[in-house]
């Protein structure tokens, strides 16, 4: 089974434009969460969509907003880019049932100018 | 806040010791506790995870001890391997199914 796929695996974007990254979580599953990694930071929940709906927030400001599509696949969008939003940024999918497994993608390493 | 605290963060042993990183959480409604290992350039990997009806759980050579009065959990790797040398990620999740990740532990294991 093919695991988790993360496009661009690298990006470099300048302050105030806009990203989009995307995701495609393992065949089967419905659940797919977004986080941002940052030394020190460690990992900070995004958000989480299952079945198309956003079932979960994290703690970030509206410029950054997601979606799920009806095969699973979801993108993350990042408005007015600031030099703080550099970052891996990791999905994770699992069948979304509680305590299911996570798995994660490889990331996509985003870099603001 | 921090939801989830990890220390150390970072460890250097040596081949065969037994690295110990440990978890503190303050939220009660916490009831899956993951482990996972990163190397360079990947996504983290689930490594072991316990709930909290367990004190102990062994996958291997790892070793989950929880303890739920204390609402603390803590990894051990025995016999650790150079192949070990990673960054681990404790993480706690609710019935919501969100999860709250430490910060990380880079081990680094000298042969």
């Known amino acids: 089974k093919a695991g988790v796929t993360q496009t661009p695996r690298y990006l470099i974007k300048t302050r105030g434009q806009q990203v989009t990254l995307s995701c495609s979580p393992i065949s089967g599953h419905r659940s797919v969460s977004w986080y941002q990694q940052t030394p020190g930071q460690g990992l900070q929940f995004l958000f989480e969509y299952f079945s198309e709906t956003q079932r979960n927030k994290g703690n970030f400001p509206g410029r950054f907003s997601g979606r799920q599509f009806s095969n699973s696949r979801s993108e993350m969008n990042v408005s007015t880019l600031e030099l703080g939003d550099s970052a891996l940024y990791l999905c994770?999918?699992?069948?979304?049932?509680?305590?299911?497994?996570?798995?994660f993608g490889p990331g996509t390493r985003l870099t603001v100018l | 806040q921090q939801q989830v605290k990890q220390s150390p963060q970072s460890l250097i042993v040596q081949k065969g010791g037994i690295p110990i990183i440990n978890c503190a959480y303050e939220n009660t409604a916490f009831d899956y506790f993951p482990w996972y290992q990163q190397f360079p350039g990947k996504g983290p990997a689930l490594l072991i995870a316990i709930r909290p009806d367990v004190s102990e759980k062994k996958e291997g050579r790892f070793t989950i001890s929880f303890n739920k009065s204390a609402k603390q959990f803590s990894l051990h790797i025995m016999d650790s391997q150079p192949g070990d040398s990673a960054t681990y990620f404790c993480a706690a999740s609710n019935t919501g199914n969100q999860f709250y990740f430490g910060t990380g532990t880079s081990l680094t294991v000298i042969p």
């Open positions: 994770a999918s699992s069948l979304g049932g509680v305590g299911d497994t996570q798995y």
